[in-house]
T-cell receptor
Framework: EAQVTQNPRYLITVTGKKLTVTCSQN?????MSWYRQDPGLGLRQIYY???????DKGDVPEGYKVSRKEKRNFPLILESPSPNQTSLYFC?????????????FGSGTRLTVV | GQNIDQPTEMTATEGAIVQINCTYQ??????LFWYQQHAGEAPTFLSY??LDGLEEKGRFSSFLSRSKGYSYLLLKELQMKDSASYLC??????????WGAGTKLIIKP
């Protein structure tokens, strides 16, 4: 089944403890992206990647890191999480970044930082 | 600045028709997307418009007017399972998506 797989689905952590949210897609998509979604706000892009070894900042990159060493994986790293990073996170992928193929989203990761 | 506006919430009756409007202002334009998102779940792709006009896909249709910076999503023969948030997103000249906050659609029997 073609899908984007995110793990974990739920995570509660403490301030300052490094964490990684994994994202993997099995559709051979070139483009991958991370978003956060907060109540009353639209999806906000954190980082995106047009291809392997190519990553760029989105609208809200502060406090996050990413890597794209293989086409299928695009992990999101929070080196020192803070409570303002409590949010619902989505990974998405697309055949290309040009939009006409649509984006496939992962199931989401609900992160709580205390 | 870049901005997407859509109503926060709408209510409609099962079996009826509802139109969800979206206006956008982005730096350049490479298409307009609609996504459906049930509470706590991932957004799922509904439609993509890059040319003016109406595109019909079963019970759902999407319309675009580039000169007016305006789109709407039309849902016919509403079913209870259509209760969800509907997200409008415009793709700018850098192929980045600018998202609206979403319209929560409540369907009543």
């Amino acid at each position: 089944e073609a899908q984007v797989t995110q793990n974990p689905r739920y995570l509660i952590t403490v301030t300052g403890k490094k964490l990684t949210v994994t994202c993997s897609q099995n559709m051979n998509h070139e483009y991958m992206s991370w978003y956060r979604q907060d109540p009353g706000l639209g999806l906000r892009q954190i980082y995106y990647s047009m291809n392997v070894e190519v990553t760029d900042k989105g609208d809200v990159p502060e406090g996050y890191k990413v890597s794209r060493k293989e086409k299928r994986n695009f992990p999101l790293i929070l080196e020192s999480p803070s409570p303002n990073q409590t949010s619902l996170y989505f990974c998405a992928s697309s055949l290309s970044g040009t939009g006409d193929y649509g984006y496939t989203f992962g199931s989401g990761t609900r992160l709580t930082v205390v | 600045g870049q901005n997407i506006d859509q109503p926060t919430e709408m209510t409609a009756t099962e079996g009826a028709i509802v139109q969800i409007n979206c206006t956008y202002q982005t730096s350049g334009f490479n298409g307009l997307f609609w996504y459906q998102q049930h509470a706590g779940e991932a957004p799922t792709f509904l439609s993509y418009n890059v040319l003016d006009g109406l595109e019909e896909k079963g019970r759902f249709s999407s319309f675009l007017s580039r000169s007016k910076g305006y789109s709407y999503l039309l849902l016919k023969e509403l079913q209870m399972k259509d209760s969800a948030s509907y997200l409008c997103a415009s793709m700018d000249s850098n192929y980045q998506l600018i998202w609206g906050a979403g319209t929560k659609l409540i369907i009543k029997p």
